[in-house]
């Protein structure tokens, strides 16, 4: 399926989108563009599959550019059609909704810049339109699960006119900007490590990861959901078991202090010792959840048609007035000065009523 034909990867300089895009490389499809707005993250992408995979037969191409802007309208003019779309940029931080600023990008890069790449890739006659979505998205508690779900929502209308497909999974181990990527980061500068105690997640490989997203493009039929089944090797498991495990397979025994500032003074004579200054914690910060989940018990699930990944199956159902009230609601909130993160917050409850988003005024960037 892959060969011979013509694919646009978005977002793909990310982790997720670096691993999707060898992917595809890997099979030597006819056409292989991919845009991303990180310069830098798209060279080192170049620079892997050269060193790796070498260079096959097909076009492959990389854009540094914004998918929501008039150079990715002419792109899309002048190198498509393509068969098949993947959209894999996001903003994916919890961290990302300390702000009404941040947030406001967040909605419009996770909702409305979907939107609008589907509409280009609809146009095109692409044969199918991928986009990432998140586990978060199931009974989210925070802003960016529930961007996700607004977004899956908004892709059940556009459903009717372009198939879609989409894939809800795990944390990516050590992928950029996450919390065992910042472990890597913490240990090369021999700085102490922190992590919550009682924030348990699933993890999956980047390849899983990049496997996952290509199954369901291709496999995937009009509003599929897929995502990884759980197994004996997919369990959920507390950041600071990682910690440990991750320290010890260093050569390093964890030594848990009582605060930051014991981490942080204590940091050298520790780490002479071969112990490193751990601090871990009983999470407090906005919109974390102490467990995730793939999926909730209203939603329609086939767990039978692959071995390891299920399918969650959706009907084209959805408000058409609610969705545009929140699209209005936020173009006006984005047509004055300034704007709450309350404005946003109301707009997101009233298109999730059952959001369970609770508000402690403390975010990431409060903690080391």
Known sequence: MVRGARFLVIGGAGSIGQAVTREIFKRDPAVLHVVDISENNMVE???????????????FRTFAIDCGGREFEALFAAEGPYDYVLNLSALKHVRS???PYTLMRMVDVNVFNTVKTLDLARVGGARKYFCVSTDKAANPVNMMGASKRIMELFLMRESLTQTISMARFANVAFSDGS??????????????????????????????????????CLLGTNRDIFFPKLSEKLHLIT??????GYLRQLGFEP?????EDEARDRADELIARKQWPCYFFKSDTTGEKDFEEFFTDKEDLDMARFDSVGVIRNQPTFDGGQLDRFRDGMATLRGRPHWSKQDIVDLY????????HMETGKYLDQRM
């Open 239 to 244: 950041f600071s078991e990682i910690a440990v």
């Open 97 to 99: 909704e300390k702000d």
């Open 45 to 59: 992408l170049v620079r892997d599959i050269r060193s790796t995979l070498g260079y096959g037969s097909g076009d």
């Open 349 to 356: 409850f009233e298109m999730l009523p059952d959001f369970a």
């Open 255 to 259: 030594y848990e202090c009582a605060s």
């Open 179 to 216: 919390l065992l990527h910042g472990f890597n980061q913490r240990f090369a500068k021999r700085q102490p490590i922190s992590a919550p105690s009682d924030v348990r997640r699933y993890f999956v490989t980047p390849q899983e990861s990049g496997e996952l997203c290509l199954l369901s």
